[in-house]
């Protein structure tokens, strides 16, 4: 099963700059995938200080668990990072979680750190046991690796590609910012297509600065980061147990540590880090199962930031606005329901709509003899943008979605095996 | 574009008795569509009491917002409802609303009853202004066929088909109960298939019984029962802006009126009002866009019935489930993701799931060499049902859906014109 790249992809992985320090392997285990990559071991230097965010699932995955757990345990520490692709361990039961721990035991003893130290992640088919002999059995080679500096060593994109499931393309962004008037570098790595797609596939990002920041600091700007950028795509609605996003910061810039996050010496460090995520959710949004367009949707005039979410987060999931685009419709109709079903306040009369900057509903109405020509054209592109003004206050949000295909149910409604 | 009869569509139209007094036609005003009935009208006995149930949407049409002020403003009485096909009158701002007075107007004048009393609904394009003219021009016609009791009189399938827009059959269910010793009948007829569908679709029903019943007790009656039936199914997730729910009481069957919703005389027709609505709202779930399975989603075991339900409808709801009921797979790890999004209180280790009643999926993992066969049968069935023990509570739902297939891609995702 090999999918064509998806044709919303950026046009090559970035360039990335090396971290002092942070170096990785990427292996074939065969944990579910022959001949490929599927596991990747990330080596971070001492003092590493770790922050995350996780799925808002009730059901969540044991390696979920784990890293919630250390990194309260470790106190937010890190010195490895252990993906495995093909298998998500996840409703897996006590079994599980034994998996986890003799994966984090073994990591520790080959690195020289404490298990809390080491963060595991997996992502694959739900409800099988983890092999994970597979995985420790190669954990002195890949260490080795990783140390020797190898040729996997430093090359983002073959980590990125290490990690992938369903996922057509490996999704890599990195940004510098000054703090203090020291350069500091913002590595990110990340995977997802949908949400647990031919069951498998989830959202999995994997940030790495050099910049020296505590961990609460740390913690803070990822929140509110993460807020803006990943919490604000969607593919099918549909929630993994398994989403984590992770950032670490190794502290080798040698910038002196900002000790609160709403220090202003932080503000272009916020903004970097805002920007490699947005490049990195939208990269996922990009590679949603089946997708044929990007789509931007924009909400202003909410009575509030978070209505306005709501609405914009209702347009992205509705089935029906997805379809539409895909068939190139520029079907408003659909976007005022999705509107009306978001439970936010909205006044009928007050909506405007506008597809590619062209206004075709103003006042409860459409517009009058508005011109369709570069309506048509926009919706036959790839990039579609949505505006919707609610009239009603200053509320504002944007967030990203794909387009519902063919290739979705194609890629879903196939069997696992 | 005329689409294929839903292979989940019952065997035949059921025989309906004849209501005294209740009288209606079925007429081709060319509103959108050419050489078939849209409009139809009823005609109900004077002292007719009248209870309704509307979307929940923000944006409501103005239809909707007629009957909600009609309700209030004629105290809960009706002489008659007129319902278009074709065009929603939705998102038309004043001009719709000035479209629904004059139609009701020229109702009310043909009918000789306060406009109050004239209960509307339409189903079609949004945003198009309603071509109002093409009904107003034909309600004498149409009430004089009504009033001959001509060929359509009495003829529920006639009247069913002719508020059809993306349906593939027509709708209709009837019950008898006993109040105090009498008989009465309720009749019922609907349509709906997605939710606002090639930008036509809703859902749309009207149910006449001849038990006599006071308003309040007849929207108690009607709200309680809409909450286990029309508010259990969904196709998609998408709410219209014109779902409509009426149920009108004539008061022929001559039963001694039952003040109380609690009253225990009323047990029998509780039971087969539930039945009524039940019966239509799972017919329009298997006329859902596409639909090639019906499913059944129970859900135990919950912390309460609320959860219960949401958990049942964020399973009925996920596009990850429903394709993979598509493709005939067992997919339980989807279902694991779909109780974890819902929000509600979950213990992955307590979970157990049923396939067709077989357990695949208990105490947080899969079921170990469960037999699959008949799984696997079951899941190349068209009627699909899934069982969620949450293990937690004594809360119960059942909802119902349908599969998300090509056909819901083909039918949404095509152009307008």
């Given at each position: ?6 044709p919303?992809?950026?046009a ?14 990427a ?11 599927d ?5 971070l ?8 965010v ?10 979920v ?9 470790g ?5 490895a ?6 298998n ?12 986890v ?5 073994k990591a ?8 809390e ?8 088919t ?20 990783a140390?020797?500096g ?10 990125a ?5 369903t ?6 962004a990195?940004?510098q910012a ?13 995977k ?18 050099d910049a ?10 990822l929140t509110?980061?993460t807020d ?16 984590t ?18 220090d ?20 996922v ?25 709501r ?8 089935p029906l606005v997805?379809?539409?685009?895909a ?12 509107v009306?079903?978001?439970g ?5 009369d007050?909506?405007?709509?506008r ?13 009058e ?13 790839k ?11 200053k509320?504002?949000a944007t967030v ?18």
């Open positions: 099963m090999s999918l064509p790249v998806s919303l992809a950026p090559a992985f970035p360039q990335m700059p090396a971290l002092t320090g942070v170096t990785f392997a292996h074939a285990c065969g944990i579910r995938y022959k001949n490929r990559d596991l990747l071991l990330m080596v230097p001492a003092n590493t200080t770790a922050a995350g996780f799925t808002r699932s009730k059901c969540p995955s044991a390696p668990d784990w890293c919630r757990e250390a990194l309260k345990k106190k937010a520490r890190a010195r990072v252990l993906v495995n692709a093909g998500a361990n996840a409703f897996t039961g006590e079994v599980g979680a034994a998996s721990a003799r994966t984090v035991a520790a003893e080959v690195i020289g750190c404490a298990p130290h080491v963060f595991v992640s997996s992502t694959g739900i409800g099988e046991p983890l092999p994970d002999a597979r995985i420790t059995e190669n954990l002195d080679t890949v260490f080795a690796k140390m020797a190898g040729d996997e060593s430093g090359d983002w994109q073959k980590a590609a290490a990690i992938m499931t996922d057509t393309f490996p999704k890599g990195t940004r000054t703090i203090d008037g020291v350069t500091v570098t913002i590595n990110g790595i990340a997802g297509s949908g949400m647990i797609a031919p069951d498998m596939a989830t959202m999995l990002s994997y940030v790495v600065t020296a920041l505590p961990a609460d600091v740390l913690q803070a700007l509110k980061a803006k950028t990943f919490n604000c795509i969607t593919v099918d609605s549909d929630t993994s147990t398994s989403d996003l992770l950032l670490f910061a190794t502290g080798t810039a040698g910038n002196k540590p900002v000790k609160d996050a709403a202003k010496r932080l503000k272009a460090f916020k903004a970097a880090l805002t920007e490699v995520l947005l490049d990195l959710a939208q990269q949004a990009r590679d949603g199962e089946g997708a044929s367009k990007f789509i931007e949707v924009r909400v202003t005039g909410a009575e509030s930031a978070r209505a306005a979410k609405i914009a987060m209702t347009i992205a999931d509705s997805k379809t539409a685009i068939g190139e419709d520029a079907n408003w109709g659909r976007i005022v329901m999705a009306g079903k978001a936010e306040k909205a006044d009928r007050r909506l405007a709509i597809i590619g900057g062209v206004e075709v509903a103003a006042k409860g109405r459409a517009v003899g508005y011109d369709e020509t570069p309506v048509v054209a926009h919706m036959k592109g990039e579609i943008v949505l505006e919707v003004d609610i009239g009603l206050g509320g504002k990203w979605t794909c387009d519902l295909t063919h290739g979705y149910i194609d890629i879903n409604g196939s069997y696992r095996t």
